[in-house]
């Protein structure tokens, strides 16, 4: 039995990552993978390559999604700090997804370009 407080939606779609260090002043790290399921506590992706980040960790996260998922009729924007609480690595050490906990947020807003 699925005890969960928040609904959570299961999706496949393609984001970009944007990952702020807390105590990095202008460092960032983007990258690109895919949403696995959302809910207002959590989030868990897969990243296209190895995130600059550790389990324990706590990070600020903006998420853009390439298109709109169950319950949100566009595309959207997810901003959050969250603490990593599981990274699942490969046999070959390599990442395969993320889980994260939301601290603050998540907040939702209009898709943004990280790339400008």
């Not at 897969?46 to 595309?75: M, V, W, Y």
Request: charged share 25%; with cysteine.
């Amino acid at each position: 039995m699925d005890r969960r407080n928040y609904p959570r939606i299961e999706a496949s779609v393609p984001i970009e990552i944007n990952v702020r260090d807390l105590e990095a002043t202008e460092e960032s790290w983007i990258g690109r993978g895919v949403l696995a399921n959302l809910s207002l506590t959590g989030i868990f992706f897969f990243p296209d390559n190895q995130p600059p980040f550790k389990q324990g960790d706590i990070r600020d996260f903006t998420f853009t999604l390439s298109h709109a998922i169950e319950g949100f009729s566009r595309p959207l924007t997810i901003k959050a700090r969250g603490k990593v609480i599981r990274i699942e690595i490969s046999e070959d050490h390599t990442c395969l997804g993320v889980a994260v906990d939301f601290l603050t947020g998540p907040y939702f807003g209009e898709p943004i370009n990280l790339n400008s």
